[in-house]
Every structure is written in C-alpha cells, then in structure tokens.
C-alpha cells in the first residue's frame, strides 16, 4: 500500500484524477504474459499508477517518489513483461497522456515525439510529407521513443532505415533526480537535429544495444531520424491485415526469395548489403508465413509429423523476403536487376509477388508497416524469442542452428509447440553493417509445462551467447546479466556505478538496468550447469587480455 | 609532475621498455601544439607505448602518482589543440601502434590500433576493394583512429547514419586504468575467440545498456585511451564521375546536398568555397568559376553490381533534383581533378597551411535553414578583424545522411604574425559566441571556443561532470581540457 | 481472457488504415480517461484479476467499466491479430456481474426502473409512443397482418426534433411500395441496451414481448430505423436464443433496394457530406454467427465477429444514389469508426465523456470538408445534434432518411 503521504502528494502533483492505486485498476498493468521469461504471467501489482501529461508533470512525479522513498518506472505502450513493476513499492509512470507529435522537420528529416506517439501515427504523418519512418519489429503498435531510448528497435526495414538506437538524434530525458538533461544539440538551445556533444555523448549512458527499460529516469522526448519516403502520402488499403487489399505504390515491388541451401541465401543476403539495394529485408522460413497468415491449415501440417513442414522449410531453404523502393524508375528498374543477378549467382529464385495480385494486394501494407509480424500470436497463444546480440551476418545465421539444437528438445518433450523448425527472424542493418537474429518459439501460457520451459530455455540462450562470444539482446534480464557481465567487461559494475551518480536515492526500479539474480539452479540440467562453469572458465577475464 | 615524478617515473620504467620513454627536450617539442593561438608548452615527458598491457600499465601508474596523461596518435604537427599538453604533462604518444590487427573482407571490417594513419589503412583495404572513409584530406600521418573519436565528418554522408561512423568496437583503458572494451567486441573471449565464433567486431552498442564507445569519442582523451577499435570499410568504388554544382549564395546548393543526400544518391559530397577549393588545387587554382561556391559531388558504381547502370540512374536522377534546385551541374576534367583530391588523403602538407602557412578553424553543425546566415555573420565579424573573403575558407559538409552539415570556416593566416594570429584567436572566439546564438551547435569543442560551447549547456556539463568521475576520478586524462578544468571535477574534489 | 497479451491494438484503429495521428485512436474510454484499465485489454485484465479473486469489484471498478460505449471498436481491431480473444464478450460479462453483485451506478438504476414502468429507455409515458407516427397511416401490428413491421425504436418515438427522420423513413418506405405497420402505443424497447448495462434479467422480458409481437403480426419483414434494436435483433436476440421469425432489416437495407430497384427516384440535391458510420449498424450489427466450440485458436474467420459483416455499404449506396451529393469519408470509418459517446449507458451516466466522444467525431467530420454529417441512428443524432450545439460546430447533423425523402421531392415538418 502506499502510504497517504505519498499518494497525496501524486495527487498533488499532477491531479486526482491522473492517479490510482484502485487494485483491480493496479492489476490491468500487472498482467505481462508476453515476454514474461520467469513463467509467470502477472508481475508485481505497483503501488500507484500516474499518469503525467508533462514533462513538468513528469518531474514534478519524479521528485514526489524520490522524498517518499518510493520507486519509478516508466513505461509508454507497456507490451510485454518489460513495462511492468517489479516490486510493489514501484510507482509505474504511464505516459498515454503524452502523446504528441510535437515537430516533423520535414527538410532535416527528423521528428520530435512524446512517449505514446505509436509507429503507425508516426509513419501515417510522415508520408504526408515525403518521409518515412523506421518501425520496430515488433509491429507499429509499439512507441518509437521507446525503442529509440529504452528497449532493442530493430525492424524489417532495418536495412534502409537502420536501428532505432542509431536513429536517435536530441533527447529530453527526466533523470533520475527530478533534473532534465536534453542530449547534443538541444542541450544547448540549438534544436533537435543531433544527439551527441558537445564533447563526450551523454548518448552513451542512456542506452547500448538495449536500453534500461525503464530503469534509469523518464524519456520525455526524442528527436528521431527519418528517411525519405518515395511513395504517395497515403496508400489506400481495405481491409486489415489478413483481408488487407491495399496497393503496392507504383515505385515499390517485392520479392520472395528461396534457395537451393542456407549457405546460398547468407550469401545473397550479404551481396544485397554490398549493392546497397533493398528497403525492407527480413528472412523467415516457410512454415512461419504459413502460421502468419494460415493458423488453421499449420495445426494440421504439424499434427502430420511436421514432415509437410521439414519439407517446405528444405524445398526453399532460408528464404527472404526483400522489398525494393526506387526514387525513380530508373532507380528501382537497377535494384531489381542487382537483384535478380545476385539471387541468380546464389542459386536462387526471385519471385516477383508484386506481380501476383493477391500477393500484392495482401502484403503491401502489411510489409510496409509491418503490421502483420504480430499475428504469429495466433497459433500458439504466445511466442518468445531467443534473443541473438547484434553481429556479423554469419554469426547470426549460425545461431539460428544453436538454438535450434536447444529448442527441439523442449518441442519434443512437449515444453513447446511443434512449429516446425528453427522459425528465425533475421535481418540486415544499415546494408549489412551488422544483423540480427531471434528464434521464434511458440507456446501456450495457458499450459503450466510451456511455462515451466521458458526458465531453463532462457538459460539455454545465455549459455549459446557464451558460446557465441555474444552478449544477447537478453542481457536485460537479471539472470542473464549476472551470468554475463563477469565475462564481458563487468559492463554491470559500469551500469551500476553510472546509475549511482544519477539516482542517488536509488528512485529507480533497476530490475531490467542493474538488478543481478541467480538462476534457478534447481531447475537447470546439470550437465547444462557443468558446461556453463566450464565456459566461465575459459572466458574469464580473457576479454580483457 | 615535480613532485611526484620520481614515482611515476620508476612505474614507468618497470612498464614500458626504456627506449619507449621520451625525455629529449628537441623530441619533446613535437608534442607541443605548434601554432598560436592554441601553441602549448611541449609535455613533461613522452611514453610510447607498444601495446595494450603497456598502456594499461602507463595509465595505472600515472593513476597512482596522480600525473595527466595525453594521448596523441597522429603525427606532427598538432594544430587543433586537442592533444595540446600543458607543461607538467606526460604524452602517451600510440602512433607506434600502427598494426591492423584484423582485416575482414567478407564483413568489410578492420581492427586497428591508434597509429594506423589514412594512408595505411587505405593501402591495406584497396587490396581487398575496400576503401575506408576519410574527412576531407587528412594530412599523410593523421591516425585513423584519432579521427573517428573526435567525429571528424567522413566526405561520404550516405555511410555516416550515426555520429559515431565510422568507429565501430573500441578497446579503451579508462582513467581508472581498467580495460573495458565496447559494443560486440565486448566479450566473453578475446578477440581471437571472437574471430573463432564468426564475430567480426561489427555492433557498435553495447554491452548492454551502455554505449561507451560515444563516451570516448569525442572526449579529446579525457576519459581514457583507445588502444585499437574497429571501424567500418566500404567496396571500393569501380566507376567514378565526379560533378560540380556552383552558385554565389550556399542556400540553393546546401538544399541541393539535402535532396542528394536524403535520397543517398552520390557519393562524396562535398561544398567548398572558392578559398578552400583554391588551397586544395594548390596552383591549379579553380580556374574561372562561376560561383562562389561549388558543390562536389560523386556519382559511382560498384564492382559486380551494374556499374555503369548505377551510374546511369543517378546521373540522370541528379539531374532532374538540379534542374528544379535551379543548378547546373558540369562533368568534365575540373570537376574529376577536385573530386579526385577530395577521395583521399592530402598528398602534401596539410592544404590549410597553402595559403598563409596556418589556418583557425571554426566548426559546429547545423541545419540547412539558418546555415547560410552564419556564413555571412562569420563574414561579418571577419570584416570587423579585418579580414577579407580570401582570408576565410569555407567547408560545409553534410553529415548524418544529410540530416545537418558540419560547416566550417578556416581563417588563414601566418604564423609568423603574433598580431595576425591574436587577431584570428579574438575573431574566431567572437564568431563563436555569436553563431552560437544562431543556431550553431558546437558539438566539438577546441579552443578558443570551449566556454562558448559548454556555457551554453550547464546541465550536459553537469551531466559530464559526474561521468568524469567514475571513468576518471584521479582526473588524469587529459587534465584540464572540454568542460573539466581543474577542481571541478567530483572525483577530484 | 488470459489470451491477451496487451498489445494495445485495441487502443488504435488498424494499423494499414492509420492515415493521420489526430484521428489514430479508436477508443473514447481509454483517450479520454488514460489508464490502461479503461481500454479492452485493461477492462479483460481487471476481468481476470476479478475471476482470480486478486482484487475486488468496487465503485470505482463499477465506473470503468460503465465508462464505456460498448462501441466494439477494440474487439474489432483485435480481432485482426487474435481469434482467440472476445472482448465483447467480457465486456457484457463485466457488466452482468456489476448487476449481479449489486455494484450498479445510480444513473442507469433510474433508467431501468423508467424502462420497466414505462417500457423505453427515456423514462416518458408509454402510451405517447406512437405519436411520432400520427397521419402517416400506418397499420396496426396489434390488431393487423402487415408486410413490414416497423421498429422505431425508444429514442426516435420520443425525440421530436428527430421525427422528421423517422417519419421520413416510413413514408419513404410507404413511397418504394411497402406496407407497413407499427405498433403503436404497444411497442417497447427492444431490450438491447438493458442487456448491454448488464440487466439480463430485464432485457429477457423485452426480447420475449418483442417475439410475441412480432409473432402475432405475421409481418414477413421487421424493419427498425434504430441501430441499437437493429443490433438487439441480429446480435443480442439470437445470442440468447430468442430466434425472431422474420427477416429483420434495417430501413437503410430496403431503401438501397429501394433505390436500386427503382422504385424510389431521389433528385439533385447539391451538397457535400460525410458519413458516420452507428456502431451498432455497423461492427455491433454483425449478426450472431453462432457459438464456436473447442479450440478458439482454430475458429474460422467466417465464425469470428470480426466487424466486417455489418451494414457499410447501404446507406453509402443511398447518399449515393442522390445526384448532385458528394459523399467524402471520415479517417475512421466502417468497423473501425469511432462512437458518437452515446452508447453502452455513457450518455445516461457520464453526459459530459458523451459529448465529448461525440465532440470529436464532429471535429473529424469537418476535416473533411463536408457541410452536413449523415447517420442513420437516433442515438447518435442526438449525441451529435448535442455536441454541435454545445462546441459551437458548424457541423449540420442530418439523417440519412430525411435527406433521401428531400432528395425525392418531400420534407417532413417533424411534428405531426
């Protein structure tokens, strides 16, 4: 419970009405089964719920929790386990309210936008305009200041419009403290065009690969770089998503793009980087398009022995689908030549499906906002990932064997649905700078033995990253933080010093910044635990020498 | 170092072989800044390290005796004052740590240590068709490294996606001498159980929730010294044509660059005064120009990907964006002699000294909009210090994929002219505090323009403050410098 | 309702159709009051946390969920990602509990207690229903077999300034060639929106006496004007197993007929308008397709209620059909429109979130540049004829049958 004082002061703050600590209320933020690796699905119900509309409201929060010893977090859409509170002491900081695109320049192409301005808001604008805007994975429900401060943020598009860690220009950023600090230029009054300087980048403490999830003050603003954007201001689509009939714009076609063998499609996928063609590239086998868009006919292949799957996965190895966009004609009539050259000189097969008008029809929108990836819901109920750090293209692909290895073993011991394979997502940043691989796994929450897998699953994946030299995208869990961070610098004393210096009343809720936990040792195969000391062994301190 | 010399002295020889440490006063001078107004004393003493181990090792012996270290990697001459020791200083001089450690073809990647100079590097990747990025003509010894962390821009925006490319992983040894090393190179394993899994150094983020690679960069040495990094290569071009658009204002061709550079058409790109692109040409001059100002720009084709029919495209494409900028772009031998200097490093002395024998350089970025104007008040104030149009050379580049451009004014003069150079100092620091109100963002701060820069941000200063304390709480790395003058720093305190 | 992962597709209008961020949103209840739990995922979480036994129903619980429209926006829009996930479904679930636990807002008791002593949801004399039809003609269903037997509905038997609507409706039918009979005095709510505040109980009662009505008219056709009892009896009615013997319309479905046929000839009427599209003609109009046993996941389309199969296009083919009318869409428009705040009881309880739901769609009406917004719902008629007066809106609300009986060459005074 949160004490009288305290509440009173939220109210104070920011008004009644903005404030609750109404139980059942508390408990809509509580349930996280997506992405709740601890096979839970509720997390910790939050001593009150705010919900500022101001930076100044904001601050004027954050100070409240700081003299009341109460801690903060704050979250924007609150998809997944992340956006939840860890302990009930914790005030969550919902910032619906704060949903503003407060600029589009649209001649330095940046937008400057709240916390609750979703993807596709932002998208639909920009095209207005002439511009487009990078839109995470995870579909366009999802806050780009989110995924540009505080979480992963790589996409489909990722290939033209990179990460949304490296799309990040000026901040504002609640500390910790109550302070505002504005990151690179408009820390000094000169707009929002750049994020870094002057000197040192303050960009460095806010995030890495990941962000602090919330546990390292309150973004309040963020500047973000966009592209140009060489189709119509709108593109009229009927329909949704599955029933989608939407056009694909004239200067656009897409291909689906399978091969003789997995080798072949790596390295086409490494030729389309060196050609610098390609607007939107995401890899993903047969059988996830038919779970994607055919849930009913995918029970039934697999109920058959998965052998119609292993077959289709094998028949068109490591397929991709890859999306060109051409400025002019002439621009798009060259991509698709570089692309057909290079699909061809890896022994593949480039099908044009903007030639096939249901195809094009379907997957117009549905690719260029990628608001069909969040689909893959449908089949099994939820999904996960095994989250892969961000390397070479090679590197990535061999994870998706790795933790193919371990994921078959729950599938057959009935830990996991039976979805037919190794289900990765690969992608391509920035022309292949680097990418980045997850497996997708299927799984009832409703089903205690799925939920019972995702612990040592997740551990599975640590032990994989170690293998791999990698620190994953999962480092943000507590576990796999204190597993790794001993083996990678000690980046975790760095965070924890950094945090320190910020959050000297220690306001914040860490458990996704600094928080370290055991595993659960109980529950790990110790032939499993063996090999983990015996990988400690090895790698200790080696990174340093 | 007086008093605590005989210490550090007695670390250092147990650390680093005898030879390695510099004490000859004739040698010594080369580390002193050599040009007025940013001249400084030469450093107490030089160490050149050959390794990682020794530089940690030079740190944590500087850490102990409490002795600022300033790292230099390039050759002589120092000019910005970046490296520019005070007397009492000791440099760690790493330009003798010029190996590629690793060359990826495949992930178009190299490892480097500090001392890898622009030459070098590009030697090295033209063997492989790869070419790395440059700023504009960098002298012959400028380190690569040295380059990237003080965010040189590269001349190539559509490569530059975030203020930290080309620089990818680093190692660095923070003042607290630990060693930490950032983005994928971060571990577990070395790098050659990193090579050994596929890894090729490539995420620059990370580990984790930190980017400390950003930390560095930027930071003139305050927070520790990188001993190697990996920076990104890009294929070697195989069809170049090189076109220049000109006109008497900035404003058509900074929107020209704009509509190039959002759609990542060209190459190089690049806009130069008639000055500059004097001093560049050297006696070739620029000849009869129809503009004060000129736009270079590259259009080119890559090795196995239809050259010539990406060449094709984006001529024509460019065309058409000129024609509605009301430009018209030429082809020809001027335009492939300018293009041509621009793609590599400067084959002699640095191409600022050509005109007075030293240059002051202003430099900040900003936006398209108000970047015209702080080019006429630059000239305004230079008028008030009596300088002329010939005086100040102008480079505007445009960076982060077009996004903003980082303008620069070289105001030339000699060096030999205490007045000359005083004057320069006092226009440049003047300049500063009025384009700085106008829109000018100083996102790399030397002298004579820290304070202008950092006044402006007092909470990005206090922010600083506090990093400085825990990378460099002895304040040992590069003491005095950006917005750390002495005693403000907490862990001094 | 452990199904949801909160993905917050409930909170927007789906993705492809986004055009602007002004009018991205879909829900009034979460835009207007913020916290997760006035949203469809929050209300189905707080639903579990309830069934779990993890909190308790409260008044301020019982206010969440009564803060609602039941508008059906964030169904729809799951729908697109989830087979698995009713949200309609808890929604009324929600509220029956809110009746059965007793946790009920005093607003709606009234209402109730006016619907059972004078059978409408306005709370005005039951035998001044049928005054709206006075010299129209019209048969008695009561005492009389009758082709069509015409619905009017609570809201437009007592609403007069909305009379020229609903008497325009009549006599146009009675112009394409339909019989048509009413029931007077005699005719009740339809129970729909008793049974959408929870009031099971008493909706049941309102069904049954609508079967016997219908029943003893013999009428081949039932057809209402009024979008809550249209989606009453195509949705709610066979959801609770009251099967009506007829064919049940509503009057826009036989005007396009109508019109299309020929049998009604509308002239030039120079204008430029938008459509809003009722929720419950539209996405909560779907009709009932039955209960789908097993395994959710493997539901088909066909047997979802996905929001596509409601009334969109007749009352375009209408405004259409008028020469000399220019129709421009509204951003949220069809299964994904947005409320006019009207209905679930929010105008009862919390006038003031009504007309601001209604406030906003007026807003988006005139981006578009239209004179007049067109309905064809009394509800939302009023919430919007509301709104304008109170925004100052330039906005003409017009209904859809009202412009069509001009359009041929009538008007109707309204009052009788």
Redesign the interface.
């Given at each position: 419970m949160i004490p009288e004082k305290a509440y009173a002061e939220l109210e104070k703050a920011i008004g009644a009405d903005?404030v609750?600590r109404?139980?059942?209320?508390?408990?809509?933020?509580?349930?996280?089964?997506?992405l709740n690796m601890s096979g839970e699905?509720?997390v910790a119900r939050p001593a009150a719920?705010v919900?500022p509309a101001s930076t100044e409201e904001v601050q004027e929060v954050v100070r409240a929790c700081n003299r009341n010893g109460l801690k903060l977090k704050a979250l924007s859409?609150?998809?997944?386990a992340q956006?939840g509170a860890s302990g009930d002491d914790t005030v969550l900081i919902?910032l619906?309210?704060m949903d503003r695109?407060i600029e589009i320049?649209e001649?330095?192409?940046?937008a400057v936008v709240e916390p609750y301005?979703?993807g596709?808001?932002?998208?639909?604008?920009c095209w207005?305009r002439g511009l487009n805007t990078h839109i995470v994975g995870a579909?366009?429900?999802a806050s780009p200041l989110a995924g540009a401060t505080s979480m992963h943020g790589c996409g489909n598009d990722s290939i033209s419009m990179?990460t949304s860690?490296?799309?990040v220009?000026g901040v504002e950023w609640v500390l910790p403290s109550g302070?505002?600090?504005?990151?690179?230029?408009p820390?000094?009054?000169?707009?929002w065009?750049?994020?870094?300087?002057?000197?040192?980048?303050?960009?460095?403490?806010?995030?890495?690969?990941?962000?602090?999830f919330g546990g390292?003050g309150v973004f309040t603003k963020v500047a973000l770089?966009l592209?140009?954007w060489p189709g119509p201001p709108?593109v009229e689509?009927e329909?949704?998503?599955?029933?989608?009939t939407?056009e694909l714009p004239e200067c656009m076609s897409f291909f689906n793009c399978s091969f003789a063998g997995e080798q072949d499609s790596v390295e086409a996928m490494?030729?389309i980087g060196?050609?610098?063609i390609g607007c939107i590239q995401v890899r993903m086998v047969t059988s996830e398009f038919i779970l994607l868009i055919m849930?009913?006919l995918f029970?039934k292949l697999v109920r058959k022995g998965g052998a119609i799957l292993e077959f289709l996965n094998e028949a068109m190895a490591s397929p991709f689908t890859i999306l060109l966009a051409g400025?002019?004609p002439?621009?798009l009539?060259?991509q698709e030549?570089?692309l057909h050259?290079?699909i061809r000189s890896c022994n593949g097969i480039a099908m044009d499906m903007s030639r096939i008008g249901p195809a094009r029809r379907l997957m117009g929108?549905?690719l260029l906002?990628c608001?069909i990836f969040?689909?893959v819901?449908?089949?099994g109920?939820?999904f996960a990932t095994n989250l892969d750090?961000?390397?070479?293209l090679?590197?990535q692909n061999?994870w998706t064997h790795t933790m193919e290895g371990y994921k078959s073993a729950y599938v057959r011991a009935g830990g996991l649905i039976d979805d037919g394979g190794e289900n990765p997502y690969m992608i391509n940043y920035?022309n292949?700078?680097?990418g980045h691989c997850e497996t997708i796994y299927l799984y009832d929450?409703?089903n205690r033995e799925h939920l019972e897998s995702l612990e040592p699953l997740g551990f599975d994946t640590t032990l994989a990253a170690?293998?791999?030299?990698?620190?994953p995208l999962a480092?943000?869990e507590p576990v796999t933080?204190k597993l790794?961070?001993p083996?990678?610098?000690d980046?975790?004393e760095?965070?924890k010093?950094?945090s320190a210096?910020?959050d000297q009343n220690g306001v914040s809720d860490t458990r996704l910044?600094t928080d370290e936990e055991d595993p659960d040792y109980d529950r790990i195969d110790p032939a499993k635990l063996e090999k983990l000391k015996e990988?400690q062994a090895r790698?200790r301190g080696?990174?340093?020498? | 170092m007086a008093d605590r010399g005989g210490a550090f002295l007695n670390s250092l020889a147990g650390a680093v072989p005898g030879e390695a440490i510099i004490s000859d006063a004739a040698r010594l001078e080369e580390y002193a800044a050599s040009r007025p107004p940013t001249a400084s004393d030469p450093p107490a003493l030089a160490v050149r390290p050959r390794s990682s181990e020794e530089v940690r090792s030079v740190v944590a012996a500087a850490a102990e005796a409490g002795v600022s270290l300033v790292p230099v990697s390039s050759g002589a001459p120092h000019v910005k004052g970046g490296s520019a020791p005070h007397s009492g200083d000791v440099v760690v001089d790493l330009s003798g740590m010029d190996r590629i450690l690793h060359f990826d073809r495949?992930?178009?990647v190299a490892v480097i240590e500090p001392g890898v100079t622009f030459p070098a590097l590009e030697e090295e990747a033209a063997r492989e068709g790869l070419r790395p990025m440059t700023p504009l003509l960098p002298r012959p010894n400028k380190s690569v490294l040295a380059s990237y962390l003080e965010?040189e821009p590269i001349t190539v925006p559509k490569y530059h996606?975030?203020?930290?490319d080309p620089l990818l992983c680093v190692e660095v040894v923070f003042g607290t001498s630990d060693?930490?090393?950032t983005g994928?190179?971060?571990?577990?394993?070395?790098l050659e159980?990193?090579w050994a899994?596929?890894?090729?150094q490539?995420?620059p983020?990370?580990?984790?929730?930190?980017?400390?690679?950003?930390?560095?960069?930027?930071?003139?040495g305050?927070?520790g010294i990188v001993t190697w990094a990996s920076v990104?290569l890009e294929?070697e071009p195989c069809l170049r044509r090189f076109g220049i658009a000109t006109s008497d204002s900035t404003a058509p061709l900074l929107q020209f660059a704009?509509q190039l550079a959002?759609?990542?058409?060209g190459d190089e790109l690049v806009l130069l005064d008639s000055t500059n692109a004097s001093c560049i040409l050297g006696e070739n001059g620029p000849g009869e120009s129809p503009g004060r100002f000129l736009l270079v720009y590259c259009v080119s084709g890559?090795p196995?990907?239809?050259p010539e029919?990406?060449v094709?495209?984006q001529e024509?494409?460019i065309a058409?964006i000129a024609e509605r900028a009301g430009l018209r772009p030429q082809y020809g031998d001027r335009a492939e002699e300018l293009g041509a200097m621009l793609s590599h490093p400067c084959a002699g002395p640095n191409w600022k000294t050509r005109m007075k024998g030293a240059s002051l350089d202003v430099f900040f970025?900003?936006?398209?909009?108000p970047a015209p104007g702080l080019v006429d008040a630059m000239y305004e104030v230079a008028g008030r210090y009596g300088l002329g149009e010939r005086d100040v050379g102008i480079y505007i580049q445009p960076v982060?994929?077009?996004?903003?451009f980082h303008v620069e004014f070289n105001i030339f003069f000699d060096p030999g002219d205490a007045g000359a150079a005083a004057r320069v100092s006092d226009a440049a620091g003047e300049a500063a505090g009025l384009l700085?109100g106008k829109?000018?963002?100083?996102?790399?701060?030397y002298e004579p323009w820290v304070d202008v820069?950092?006044a402006?941000?007092p909470?990005?200063v206090g922010?600083?403050r506090?990093?400085k304390?825990?990378f460099d709480p002895g304040d040992i790395m590069s003491r005095g410098k950006?917005?750390f003058k002495g005693g403000e720093t907490p862990g001094t305190r | 309702m452990?199904?949801?992962?909160?993905?917050?597709?409930c909170k927007?209008i789906?993705?492809?159709?986004?055009?602007?961020?002004r009018f991205?949103k879909n829900c009034p209840s979460?835009a207007r009051h913020?916290?997760?739990?006035y949203s469809g995922?929050?209300?189905v979480?707080?639903g579990?946390?309830?069934l779990e036994g993890?909190?308790?129903?409260?008044e301020?619980?019982s206010e969440?969920i009564y803060s609602c429209q039941m508008c059906g926006a964030c169904d729809t829009?799951c729908k697109?990602?989830?087979?698995?996930i009713d949200i309609n479904d808890v929604l009324l679930e929600l509220r029956a509990k809110c009746v059965e636990d007793g946790e009920l807002l005093l607003e709606h008791m009234a209402v109730i207690d006016a619907l059972k002593r004078e059978n409408n949801m306005l709370g005005e004399p039951k035998a001044a229903r049928g005054e709206w039809a006075r010299g129209l003609g019209l048969k008695d269903v009561n005492t009389e077999t009758v082709e069509v037997m015409f619905h009017a509905g609570c809201r437009f038997s007592y609403d007069r300034d909305l009379w020229p609507g609903v008497r325009g409706s009549v006599r146009l039918l009675q112009a394409a060639g339909f019989e048509v009979g009413t029931a007077g005095a005699e005719e009740s709510c339809c129970g729909g929106r008793a049974y959408e505040l929870g009031y099971r109980g008493e909706a049941r009662n309102f069904f049954e006496d609508m079967l016997a009505r219908v029943r003893s008219s013999g009428a081949k056709m039932l057809v209402t004007a009024c979008a809550d009892g249209y989606a009453a009896f195509k949705y709610l009615y066979p959801l609770e197993g009251v099967d009506l013997p007829v064919e049940v319309f509503h009057v826009t479905q036989v005007l396009e007929r109508a019109v299309s046929g020929g049998r009604l000839r509308p002239g030039r009427l120079p204008c430029k308008v938008t459509y809003h599209d009722p929720c419950h003609l539209g996405r909560m109009g779907e009709p009932f397709l039955g209960r789908w046993e097993g395994d959710k996941?493997?539901r088909?389309?066909s047997m979802s209620r996905?929001g596509?199969n409601g009334v969109y296009q007749p009352p375009r083919s209408v405004l259409g059909s008028i020469p000399g009318l220019e129709l421009v869409e509204m951003e949220r428009i069809k299964?994904?429109a947005w409320c006019c705040g009207a209905g679930g009881g929010v105008i009862d309880a919390f006038p003031e979130y009504a007309a601001w739901t209604a406030a906003e769609r007026l807003e988006e009406a005139a981006c578009t540049g239209a004179e007049a917004l067109v309905t064809s719902c009394p509800w939302c008629e009023r919430a919007f004829l509301d709104a304008a007066r109170e925004t100052g809106s330039p906005m003409a609300v017009r209904d859809l049958n009202e412009l069509l009986l001009e359009a041929c060459g009538e008007s109707e005074g309204g009052d009788p």
């Open positions: 903005n609750t109404e139980p059942a209320m508390l408990d809509s933020y509580s349930w996280q089964p997506f699905l509720w719920v919900l859409t609150g998809w997944g956006g919902d619906r309210r695109i320049d001649k330095n192409m940046y301005v979703c596709g808001e932002l998208q639909a604008e207005k579909g366009p429900h990179s860690s490296r799309n220009l302070e505002v600090l504005r990151l690179g230029s820390g000094s009054g000169a707009g065009f750049c994020g870094d300087g002057p000197g040192p980048s303050l960009r460095s403490i806010m995030r890495g690969t990941s962000g602090a390292f770089k592209y140009h709108t689509s329909g949704t998503v599955l029933d989608s939407g490494y030729r060196e050609a610098e849930p009913h029970p400025n002019s002439g621009e009539a060259y030549k570089v050259e290079i929108m549905n906002r608001t969040p689909t819901f449908r089949f109920n939820m750090g961000n390397e070479a090679d590197t061999a920035e292949n700078l680097y929450h409703r170690i293998e791999q030299c990698n620190v480092a943000f933080r790794m961070s083996l990678a610098c980046f975790n760095w965070q010093k950094i210096a910020f910044y990988l790698f080696k990174e340093r020498r | 495949r992930n178009r965010r996606w975030d203020m930290t060693v930490f090393r994928s190179a971060a571990g577990p394993g070395c159980d990193q899994a596929g890894n090729a490539k995420n983020m990370g580990p984790a929730a930190t980017d400390l690679a950003r930390l560095v960069q930027g930071a003139q305050t927070m990104r294929l704009s959002r759609r990542k058409l890559l196995g990907y239809l029919e990406k094709a495209y024509r494409d058409v970025l900003a936006t398209a909009e982060m994929q077009g996004r903003s700085a829109g000018a963002f100083f996102s790399r701060p820069a950092y402006r941000c909470d990005t922010a600083l506090k990093l304390g825990i950006l917005c | 452990m199904s949801c992962v909160r993905c917050s597709s927007w789906p993705f492809n159709q986004m055009k602007s961020a991205a979460i913020g916290f997760h739990s995922s929050g209300r979480n707080m579990l946390s309830l993890r909190s308790e129903l409260t301020k619980v969440v829009h697109v990602y989830r087979e698995v996941r493997l088909l389309r996905t596509k299964q994904y």
